[in-house]
């Protein structure tokens, strides 16, 4: 029998789930659940069910893990540990401070409902936590260092259409190039923010707007720009739609470290993910790691997990003896 | 109390092995056990005690776990399994085809002793491997591929050397840089074994040897050399000792997919290596996998197990709640 897999939120992640789901065969949408009317939401996967959020109770022996699909901001905190309690879940929480806040108010939560919870399921948190994790534990003695880009930044994006004058923007993250080649060259450089990422703005005005005025308050603005070389180019609409319309991310996570008795021989590894869909490629996460929260649940297991604590064979459809023989 | 370490072998990964212990503070090197006479065998960690190894059983009390730093071809199909009836090991058997069979082995032995035996571990098999399995598992339709080198191949090494009238040889595995663009640019192309890597060969000559006879006859020997494009350098012993005497080696595991509901957006996973020496990296990552089967042991499991069966926070030093804190 497949896994049934409840979507909580029909957005870019929502609609990403429906599509990771749908490549693999052991899994099936079985509902999505949605704060707006049923009626309004088309979804993609023929048979599975559109309900309202507040009907979720009725779905508690027909789900077997439910993927919730909101923002880190305010609908993980309450979500996550409220329906863990009912269902075995995955969330995508992605704020870093506060995830050992969200981790200990979930664990409580699931282990009160015997469920499993992973929480924090994606790239970044996920697969580049990973391999930070592995990566430092082969190389003690090194250096850590996550670039993103070149990809859109959507809280950039949004802070940019917040500018008076300001009709819509796209900001993309890039590293700079420089600071990647001094890294794997194993020169273990001290980097400050302007020497990591590079941002690059594509700004369409209203009309009348002042293009230096808006260009200005981009690039002082504290936090999200002051602190990078920023670009700013203005566009038409239409040119945003044509060429910037798309999601892609990325990025890269490097250690470079030392061996020998006397730390004489160097080591870089390096893993790099080129997504022309982020919340896509989330979604394909979450799904690979909504098996293994099915599975540890099978074995009697309850509590919030991360990626840190589940074994890699449970993300597999194949069987232990299939992965020896094909991919170790 | 540190976790005590046995090093069965003092070749490249036992002196490997010695030189990664010293970099977990964790863990100490116990003793070292030789098939030669511990007389003649000088270690570096001070304290540490170097043994026949027919005297091993006296250690069983007092070694954590025994890594097995023997070669795939003999030593390790008849020692893993007699070892981990006593220990619990780790080792680095990287002969693909016959893991399941050495699985099995080591499996029923370490069930019996009541230990835990990690085998494979490495880079690959080992981080290859986990690469291969996670990336596959997070983009089920995709295509794998993985390149090696820049690097030193023993074997190939080893295989020119036997030619007659060679005195000593050098051959470094080069992956095609053209195939790795294409995969990269998600082209998914299928590649011949020519296609893929270069063999580079440096050639020290007997006196008087033939050089045209021996580069015909390495460039057309069957499965090392006949099926890939093959150079040959002829250089003096001095050339090789000053210039080739390092054991390099790392490459390059990819996977390419695609996602959405009509497989509209591509996306590309990178893991990459470089790796000043081979043994030493492989060293690091066993020591990192020596923790996990201690670990595993005190949690009472038992059995043999792979990359693929270990939760990555085991490899850590670090304890959960700072893995999320400081590493999610």
Known sequence: MSIRIGILGYGNLGRGVECAVKQNPDMEVAAVFTRRNPEDIKILTEGAAVCNIKDVSEWKDK?????????SATDLPKQSPEFAEMFNIVDSFD??????????????????????AIISVGWDPGMFSLNRMYASAILPEGKDYTFWGKGVSQGH???????????????YTIPVEAALEAVRNGENPELTTRQKHLRECFVVLEDGADAARVENEIKTMPNYFADYDTTVHFISEEELEANHSGIPHGGFVLRSGKTGWNGENSHLIEYSLKLDSNPEFTSCVIAAYARAAYRLSKE?????????????AYLSAKDGAQLRAEML
Request: glycine share 12%.
């Open 95 to 116: 704020t870093h401070a506060k995830i050992p806040q969200h981790f200990a108010n979930v664990d409580e939560a699931a282990k009160k409902g015997g469920n499993v």
């Open 157 to 171: 994006s949004d802070a940019i259409r917040r500018i008076d004058g300001v009709r819509n923007a796209k900001q």
């Open 63 to 71: 789900i077997d893990v439910m993927i919730l699909c909101g923002g």
């Open 300 to 312: 009697g297991q309850s509590g919030c997990k991360t990626v840190f604590d589940i074994a890699p």
